[in-house]
């Protein structure tokens, strides 16, 4: 409990009005529980001590007694605490499963699980992108979860409830972010090996810095400026990169892999299992399958000079 409840990760530190509601009926399960659990530990203490005192009827020998707990607990209690914890979850779950209308939304952004990474799309934009979810404060944005294999779950706990994806489906839900912030999310339904490390972060800031990320993601790539990163630039398009990823502006089309253009922007790499820091970036590149055992990356056999300069070329993509 105490290390699920540290890091940046927590429900019980919602920022936003869903996430709020959340918590709220989250307190009240917890406190339900435990007066239930107190209760049940009471009785239990209440049943030894009677046995351990010689002369005192046992539970049994008076029937009175016996059938009057069985009502008392075995039904009026179990009633009146499902009712209320029904009345309770009620009034905060209707508010969170109404699916998010268009018309008060100001923005929709395409959600898609991969195994093990997210593809994130901007409709009505160029912009692609993954693992990194912008947003723009204060604004209820639609995101529409889809998957292009088995079954996710999206979950980014301080800011909404989770929504499945499901093939063949779309699901929607609403975020909102009531204060700016870096807020991490994490695949919520397991689908496969590394479903542990199908992370994202959704980044809400103010709308004239969100206006600028977003102009920027629609843009084509910027051309490679030193000899190394045209010379990864080349490799890159030779090798199996480019049939897998799309760097767009350039012959690189691939779909099967996230999106490059603007790779150099994001803060993490491989579903935010490590950093996008030069060395992790080359690193992943030369040996993803040491760093994700079981990614859909496979390892190129290319040599160590042709990973610096892949590496160089992608650093350039901001
Ligand atoms: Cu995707 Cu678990």
């Excluded at 307190?27 to 010689?54: D, E, K, N, Q």
């Excluded at 350039?250 to 491989?270: F, S």
């Amino acid at each position: 409990m105490v290390l699920a409840g540290c890091g940046r990760q927590s429900t019980l530190s919602p920022r936003s009005p869903q996430a709020h509601d959340i918590r709220t009926l989250w307190w009240w399960m917890l406190g339900i529980a435990t007066v239930v659990f107190l209760g049940a530990i009471a009785m239990l203490g209440l049943a030894w001590i009677r046995r351990a005192t010689p002369g005192l009827p046992l539970v049994g020998e008076r029937e009175t007694v016996p059938q009057a707990l069985v009502l008392l607990f075995g039904i009026a209690v179990p009633l009146v605490v499902l009712v209320s914890l029904f009345g309770v979850a009620d009034v905060y779950l209707v508010r969170q499963t109404a699916p998010p209308s268009p018309a008060r939304t100001a923005l929709t952004v395409d959600v898609i699980g991969h195994q093990w990474w997210w593809e994130v799309r901007y409709p009505g934009t160029a912009a692609v992108t993954a693992n990194e979810i912008h947003i723009p404060v204060d604004t209820p944005v639609n995101v529409v979860a889809s998957t292009a294999d088995v079954i996710h779950s999206f979950w980014v706990p301080q800011l909404a409830r989770k929504i499945d994806e499901v093939p063949g489906r779309q699901n929607r839900v609403l975020l909102y972010a009531s204060t700016p912030g870096r807020y991490r999310g994490q695949c919520a339904e397991f689908c496969g090996f590394q479903h542990a490390n199908m992370s994202l972060f959704v980044v809400a800031q103010p709308r004239a810095a969100y206006n600028a990320w977003l102009a920027n993601m629609a843009a084509p790539a910027a051309s490679p400026t030193t000899a190394t990163a045209q010379a990864g630039e080349r490799v890159f398009m030779a090798s199996q990169c480019a049939s897998c990823h799309e760097i767009r502006g350039t012959v690189a089309r691939g779909l099967v892999g996230p999106d490059l253009t603007h790779l150099a922007t994001r803060r993490t790499l491989a579903g935010a299992e490590i950093r996008n820091t030069p060395a992790e970036l080359r690193a992943w590149i030369a040996s993803p399958q040491s760093i994700k055992d079981g990614s859909r990356m496979p390892n190129l056999g290319l040599s160590a000079t042709e990973y610096d300069e892949i590496a160089a070329y992608l650093e350039g993509l901001r």
